[in-house]
């Protein structure tokens, strides 16, 4: 939930009225809550040139929203929630990883996804430094604003279960990145057991993309990957060497 105490007024972001702000979620607190060890803290990659690791204590918030603005994020919040709290089911092609997922509508979850990627971008947190919109801040403040139904063109966005050793790894989370994908920039998210990839190019994807972004309509399925397969991921994991073999020991321990 937002901190409505003491919340000053300012500017909201998102309908651009002039209100009490509350401190808003990032990424939403339900994504850290699973993550969180005995002593509430989870394994962060803050600096992924660097390799520095973290054990995060709190979840990313700012005062960014009113409270009107809060409840629209909520109403996706809610239903995106089953994609990070559910199981994933058993694949359907064990051998290409691939899962066909019932239990969530894809354009709310395009909705809550673009939400977050919209709001690192406005956001003055240093862990969210790499996120620079330019001109789509402003149209994707007009997409969510509208809640009109989104072509699969619309900032598609792939989300990719992340594995280790077989296992869906939930417990991490890395400082968003920009990339080239096919030649179109795009923005790379790791939360709450998934890598997400923005793209915001005006380029239509090449085919072999197609089927890994995220559809109009479900059912639909997402291919999932060995934390090791993932070349940015495994770079990290490499670069942060013994800070992270430090923390992940740490990680859990009374």
Known sequence: MANKTNAPTANCKLCLRQAPLAKSHVIPEFIFSGMYDRKHRFLEVADVNAG????GQKGFRERLFCMECEQRFNRHERHARRLFKDDLPPPVQPAFGRYRLTNVNPQVLRFFLL?????????SLPVFKH??????????????LSDEALSTCDYPCVAMPLLFEGKHFRDFIVEPTPARIAGRKCYRFVFGG???IFFVSSHMLPPAYQKTILPKNGPFDLYAKELRDVAFLRDVWNRAGETTRDAVTSFGAD
């Open 52 to 55: 520095i690791t973290a054990l």
């Open 115 to 123: 939400s977050v990627l919209w709001r690192a971008g406005v956001s």
């Open 131 to 144: 996120i620079n919109l330019g001109p789509h801040e402003e149209k994707l403040r007009s997409i969510l």
């Open 194 to 196: 998934f890598v997400f």
